[in-house]
């Protein structure tokens, strides 16, 4: 769990703003999902990856 707490944090760190080009947040949105899938929370997962999906779609 502490592996994690860590990787959550540095990830909600590196959170992208709005001006971030979609590409590079989609790209945020992955790396979530993966963290997600890590933390066994398939369905928070899947949010995650439609938001990169709707981001890269444009």
Do not use: I, N
């Not at 944090?9 to 590196?14: E, G, K, N, Q, V």
């Not at 790396?31 to 999906?53: G, Y």
């Amino acid at each position: 769990m502490t592996d994690f707490a860590a990787d959550l944090s540095a990830l909600l760190r590196r959170m992208p703003g709005l001006r971030t080009p979609a590409g590079d947040r989609a790209d945020w949105f992955d790396r979530k999902a993966a963290l997600l899938d890590r933390a066994d929370a398939p369905d928070l997962a899947q949010v995650a990856r439609e938001h990169s999906v709707r981001l890269r779609a444009g």
